[in-house]
């Protein structure tokens, strides 16, 4: 697995794009294909929301990767941090402070629960399931 960077034209932070290549099969049709993050179409719908999904080739079936906003963005980026120094705690081995290393896992936890009830409200106030569904029937 090796990763292709490439200059992200919002920032100018390098994105890095993965060539990692899953073995999918359609929960829709059961057709088998390949995906690849090349493959991820996203597309900016209402009030700044970012929906990220992949169509199944044969049935256009869509599967929603992710729905977020800057509140869930923001939340992802608190939970990267809070990983980050759990792992420099657990670098210390013996020395590492054991409170802190919780603390920043239940700050960690929450945030992630906080983004899936904040992801589970935009999918429903959106009607992304709908969405899913509109290229089969068309």
Not at 54 to 69: A, L, S
Not at 86 to 100: D, F, I, R, S, V
């Amino acid at each position: 697995m090796k990763n292709q960077v490439r200059q992200n034209n919002k920032s100018n932070k390098p994105k890095i794009e993965s060539k990692t290549v899953f073995d999918v099969n359609c929960d829709h049709c059961e057709h088998k294909f390949e995906l690849s993050s090349k493959q991820i179409i996203s597309k900016h719908i209402e009030r700044g929301v970012e929906w990220r999904f992949f169509e199944c080739p044969k049935c256009h079936y869509r599967f929603t990767t992710y729905v977020g906003d800057k509140e869930v963005e923001k939340l992802i980026r608190f939970r990267n941090e809070c990983r980050s120094k759990m792992k420099k705690e657990l670098a210390k081995g013996a020395a590492m402070n054991q409170n802190l290393y919780h603390d920043y896992r239940m700050k960690d936890e929450n945030a992630g629960h906080k983004i899936s009830g904040l992801t589970a409200k935009l999918k429903k106030e959106l009607n992304i399931e709908q969405r899913e569904k509109e290229w089969v029937s068309q």
